[in-house]
Every structure is written in C-alpha cells, then in structure tokens.
C-alpha cells in the first residue's frame, strides 16, 4: 500500500494528537523555526531556488533521517508524517515539500533512498557509504515501509495554526503535553479519558481552549 497524500487544516491535526510524538516536519527556516514551531515539530528547511536539486535535497534528507535516529527523535507513530510551511516563503516551502513528499512515497515502494555525494551549499553534512553508516536511514525506511500511510500537508502552513492553537506553538517540549480533547466544533470539544480532572496542569490545557463548562 503506497501512502496516501492530502491536505489538512490547523483542527484536523490538533486532533490527531501531537502528544502521540507522530513526524512532524516544519520546512521554514532554521531562523522561523527557533523564532517559534508546532509542538514536537522537527526543522527540515527547504532549500533556496538556487540550491533545489535532487542530489542536493537528497542530502538535506539523509541528514536529516540520520540525526533523527542518532538523537533518539524518531517518532513513535509514523503514520501520518505531517509536513508543513510558512506565508513567507509558501512557494519554496511548497516546492520541497512535493518533493519531498514524493521521496517519502518511493521509500514506502521500497525503492531505496540514493547516496548523496554531492556538496551541499548550505554546508550540510553529506552521508557516506562507509559499508555500515547508513543503519540509521535503513531502520527509518524500514518502519515507513511497515507502518506508513499517509502524509499530511498542512494547509495555510504554521501561521493557520498558530492563530488558531498558539498554546501549541512555540517552545512547547513534548513532555509538558497532555492528552487533548477532541474537536468536534468551535465550542463543542469531546473528552479525553487519559486527562484527569483533579490535576491543576490538565485544567490549564483547558482554560487554554476557552472551555468553560465540562459535562462529566
């Protein structure tokens, strides 16, 4: 089964939930990813115009897989990756993360992810085959293979959902997550039963979504 591709807005992914440590990559700059991201949110920028090349963007990517695994990020969940962008460079953004979509739908069809030996203008480090260095890149392209199904693309990138969910966007750490209720409508959300009542924390995360009243 190939992945599945689509476009989501800033409810759909609050309610996928980010505490269950799902992939999800912010395309933006190093810059606007520091300045403030979606929670649990990890940074892959798009290249410039004049740096998007497949043997450039297949560097940036095995980079990126590699110190994914090497840092203990790789996710839990794998499916659905979520990739998302920014107003302020929507079109470069948009570009790498076609492709980049479209590089993750040939890793799920087991077609395996070329070597980059290429220099990189941006100067990021370029993988090479030493016989056993690419183990980070097979276990990654392994769990795509088995659990991967969709790919989700944020529409209206970061700033539709920070307008929306600001209290999940800048430098939230994945620990101060709780279970979320779910979104029904704009004033209607369902509980969650991992979250506790009793706990001043969990009620916080709820005056943060302007609930007032709770049905038990």
Known sequence: MTFRVKNVDADLLFNMPLFEHHLVIDTRSAQDYSAGHIATAVSLPSPSDEDFSDAANEALLVSFV??????????????????????????ENGRFMQWLAERLISLKSN??????????????????????GHRPVVEFSNRLRDYG????????????????????????????????PHRITASIFMGSRPFKMTLSSDVQWLRKLGIGHVII
């Open 111 to 132: 077609r395996p992810l070329v070597v980059a030996t290429v220099a990189v203008p941006t100067g990021v480090a370029v993988v090479e085959d030493d016989g056993g």
């Open 66 to 91: 590699v110190g994914l695994v090497e840092e203990g990020l790789n996710p839990e969940n794998i499916s659905p990756i979520v990739l998302y962008g920014g107003e302020a460079s929507a079109e």
């Open 149 to 180: 199904e969709e790919i989700w693309l944020l529409s209206a990138g970061y700033e539709a959902f920070q307008s929306r969910y600001p209290f999940l966007c800048g430098d939230v750490q994945f620990e101060d997550l709780v279970p979320m």
